[in-house]
């Protein structure tokens, strides 16, 4: 297998830059083109830059993948879907300037994304090509920020932290000519100095218990190049900490890995798709492409056990999801429906490369779809891997959120309240706005609940007892 390598690129770096032309001395980028290879996910660099004297991380990547694609070759006849699993986030919000102390209602539109795309409820997935549609499903993974933080106190899911620094991608302290330094602080440094947001000791906030919270952290990704023309160059637009085998991997390893705190970090400009914040030259070209709210859901996917979907290499490579077509690189950042870059069988087919996949670098308006094989692929880490993340919720009695079995909601449009029938069985109820906020909540006293303060939109109720949950949308008009 063939892997894009950090330090491969290095080699070709363009070691001239003035303000002008926004060439900064890791990239040679200039707003005049998308590049192929940066910024981008870094969370397959990061996974290559972990080594040990006698691990290899991507190499027992691997054997993870296989041994979980196993896994779900195994169960895929008794594949139901039966449970909702519902993965509390806390958000942690490091800014040093007000730009990057992003407002809740740019947190609410991201986690409005992610539930979306992750169950499939993206307006926008009418868009898949048909000879797709039959790959491609409801994942039944939801996101909800943390209503309880880990002393027990009620909370949002968002922390603010102010911070003295100002890039967390470092200080590059080389300049032209420094080709082989600039090679070494890069694979020696740069992902340490990302992971400075994960610490507050180290100007970032601390991690709530990673194995109960998805963290995620933003901040401004930016390393500083004061010896070519004080550029702020971006490398990665997020990365994801990949999920562990605590069980087979060595030692030493492990405790490598330690140092990095589990989850996904995002630069503040790519969190939701209401974020005013907008990249600046060079990286201009990228804006309308990566600012929809869609990185956040290609990391969580890495983080829930996902490769990129063209395995990182060429067409003998290979993401370990048997119905993601193959290709021979990403799709950089374009929208091609007539590529298809490699010869592959899936159900008897040689399908075109799949643009739509959150987990290509496709252009985030062009991005619609996760495979069945890529639901089966999180629900089994979610089980094997991280198994303490997720709250599993019955939706025996669910259809897509779009009914309760037997219970009778009236009316629906609402305006100041609205009436459940047959619900004496019910204890209490929850309202959320689609970004998974609890907005009203109590005890289910009477079949009346007042709704008048709810602004104008669509909300999820939920009643539940000791044994069911159930929901269904329901509109304010």
């Known amino acids: 297998m063939k892997y894009f390598n950090i330090l491969m690129i290095l080699n070709m770096i363009i070691f001239f830059s003035t303000k002008a032309n926004g060439q900064g001395a890791i990239m040679g980028l200039n707003d005049l083109e998308i590049s192929a290879s940066y910024p981008s996910c870094g969370s397959f660099n990061f996974m290559q830059n972990i080594q040990t004297e006698t691990a290899d991380l991507v190499d027992l990547s691997d054997e993870f993948m296989e041994k979980i694609t196993r896994l779900v070759q195994i169960h895929k006849d008794d594949r139901e879907y039966a449970d909702l699993l519902v993965i509390p986030v806390v958000f942690h919000v490091v800014y040093n300037g007000e730009d990057e102390n992003l407002p809740d209602s740019i947190i609410y539109n991201q986690i409005e994304i992610l539930n979306e795309c992750f169950r499939r409820t993206n307006a926008d997935a009418s868009e898949t090509r048909s000879e797709f549609i039959e790959l491609v499903g409801d994942t039944k993974i939801e996101f909800r920020l943390a209503e309880v933080d880990p002393f027990g106190a009620a909370t949002n899911g968002i922390t603010r932290t102010a911070t003295d620094v100002e890039n967390f991608g470092g200080i590059l302290p080389y300049g032209p000519g420094e080709s082989d330094e600039i090679a070494t602080w890069v694979g020696d440094s740069l992902y340490y100095n990302l992971f400075r947001l994960t610490e507050l000791s180290l100007g970032g906030s601390d991690a709530w218990d990673t194995e109960v919270y998805l963290n995620i952290w933003s901040g401004d990704l930016r390393i500083f190049e004061p010896e070519f023309g004080d550029i702020e160059e971006l490398v990665y637009f997020a990365l994801a900490t990949p999920p562990l085998d605590h069980e087979n991997w060595p030692e030493e390893l492990l405790t490598e890995l330690a140092e990095f705190e589990q989850g996904v970090l995002i630069h503040y400009v790519n969190v939701g798709s209401n974020n005013q914040n907008r990249l600046p030259a060079p990286y201009a070209a990228y804006n309308g492409i990566v600012t929809t709210g869609k990185i956040l859901v290609h990391e969580v996917g890495h983080y829930l056990g996902l490769r990129h979907i063209w395995g990182d290499g060429d067409c003998t490579a290979d993401d370990f999801i048997l119905d993601t077509p193959n290709s021979n690189n990403s799709s950089n950042w374009t929208c091609s429906h007539a590529a298809n870059s490699c010869i592959d069988d899936i159900g008897g087919t040689d399908l075109k490369n799949m643009v739509e996949n959150y987990m290509d670098y496709s252009r985030g308006n062009c991005q619609n779809s996760f495979t069945i094989g890529q639901a089966d692929v999180m629900r089994t880490v979610l089980e094997i891997n991280r198994p303490f993340l997720a709250e599993t919720i019955s939706t025996a009695n669910i259809d897509n959120l779009s009914k309760f079995d037997h219970l009778n909601i009236y009316p629906n449009p609402f305006k100041t309240e609205i009436h459940i029938e047959n619900a004496s069985n019910y ?51």
């Open 427 to 477: 204890s209490n109820f929850k309202i959320f706005d689609l970004s998974s906020k609890i907005v009203i909540s109590g005890e289910l006293n009477s079949t009346r609940i007042n709704v008048s303060d709810l602004a104008t939109g669509t909300y999820i109720i939920e009643v539940a007892n000791e044994n069911s949950i159930l929901r269904t949308k329901i509109v304010k008009e």
